[in-house]
């Protein structure tokens, strides 16, 4: 039987009902058009609530997912370990373990803490919250991530100043609505490199900068409150370059710029998977970039917003569905983000039926290849207009 709620109350919705967010740069109410298609998520809802219902199963992982959460922690840490062992003498050798664990870190954001975060991994909350500690483990922050994924980017997808994950800096364009300079022009041959530092940025500054940012928005009460939790951001920090840095630093017998090099190239590895993977759902040519009005009102309802701003890939592999945490079907997961993972390519058929009854575009590229080829174009052409 389906013992859950498909709308469960946890933060994300909470924060969705229960407080207005509003963005720095605009300083208004965000809000969505509640008369666009609201018989398609009702619809829709009765629909994959009847198929866990019909198949008797629940919203949550399931063996597989402890299955993976065993491999990737595992990618993640046993190379760390055996580098701290001072066994290893190679530069080469150095390199291959901590590239092996920048794929498992990946593996680790993508696939266990991202479904934990959003309360989908396990219907025991405890269980989700340690285990959306492994961010933390991975040298991020599970509140500040809580914040700027759960909420910011799952409510208010490719909307200019209110998701935060096209909020860039200057160098880089990400909306047609954003500021354009000159330099946009050559963004599509120099983004790997930032995408590559995407990590090292969460690992040192970001989290700081962000979590002063969101608390000015509200989302983190001032005074004690606030100051305790840049402490667990800072200690937590400490943890992480204490294994994955500090250690080695002092048990492996090769110079100490190798060492932080081979670090780096870790993080290089865990960016570029984890930035392709994302950004090939939602800056591509065919996704929807709205403007809110001047009452700051989205010209659609929440559910179509998510179709008209996301895309999925690759829906045949199931062996690349699997690495990175089924990921590729970014529709299924941002109307359903509080379900696991391993659900998505079967709901992926009732969301692509009910769509097409609607006559709601359901986007969707053959490949990954394919999808990274049109988030390509889709940089040079904001990088000109």
């Given amino acids: 039987m389906l013992n859950c709620k498909l709308i469960e109350d946890n933060q994300l919705l909470k924060l969705k009902r229960n407080r207005e967010i509003i963005t720095m740069a605009q300083m208004k109410t965000l809000k969505f058009d509640k008369t666009g298609s609201p018989e398609f998520s009702k619809i829709l809802r009765l629909r994959v609530n009847e198929y866990f219902k019909k198949n008797n199963k629940n919203i949550y992982g399931n063996r597989s997912m402890v299955i993976k959460t065993i491999i990737m922690l595992s990618t993640f840490f046993i190379p760390l370990i055996f580098i701290s062992t001072g066994l290893v003498s190679s530069p080469a050798l150095l390199f291959a373990l901590y590239i092996t664990s920048g794929l498992g870190m990946a593996g680790v954001g993508m696939g266990v803490m991202h479904d934990a975060i959003h309360g989908s991994y396990s219907k025991n909350k405890t269980v989700n919250k340690y285990l959306g500690y492994t961010i933390n483990l991975i040298g991020a922050n599970a509140s500040v991530w809580r914040v700027q994924h759960n909420v910011l980017h799952h409510t208010y997808t490719n909307v200019d100043e209110g998701d935060d994950d096209i909020n860039a800096p ?54 004690h409150e606030f100051r305790k939790e840049l402490l667990k951001i800072f200690s937590w920090k400490v943890l992480y370059y204490s294994y994955a840095l500090v250690l080695p630093l002092i048990m492996v017998p090769l110079p100490a710029w190798i060492i932080i090099l081979a670090f780096l190239s870790m993080h290089f590895v865990t960016g570029i998977c984890i930035s392709l993977v994302f950004q090939t759902a939602h800056i591509v ?15 659609s309802d929440w559910s179509a917003h998510q179709l008209a701003t996301t895309s999925n890939y690759s829906p045949k592999s199931r062996i690349f569905s699997w690495l990175i945490g089924g990921l590729n079907f970014q529709i299924e997961h941002h109307l359903f983000p ?35 080829w049109d988030h390509v174009k889709m940089l040079r052409q904001l990088g000109r207009a």
């Fill in 170 to 223: 200057f160098f880089l364009r990400f909306s047609p609505h954003a500021k354009l300079y000159w330099i946009h022009r050559f963004q599509y041959l120099y983004i790997w490199f930032f995408y590559g530092l995407s990590t090292i940025s969460w690992i040192t500054m970001k989290d700081f900068v962000r979590v002063h940012r969101y608390q000015k928005m509200g989302f983190f009460n001032e005074g």
């Fill in 285 to 299: 040519s065919d996704a929807s970039f709205p403007t809110p009005d001047e009452e700051g009102v989205i010209p």
């Fill in 338 to 372: 509080n379900i696991c993972h391993v659900h998505y390519r079967k709901l992926s058929g009732i969301v692509s039926e009910t769509a097409r009854e609607f006559n709601i575009p359901y986007m969707v590229k053959t490949s990954f290849r394919v999808a990274l």
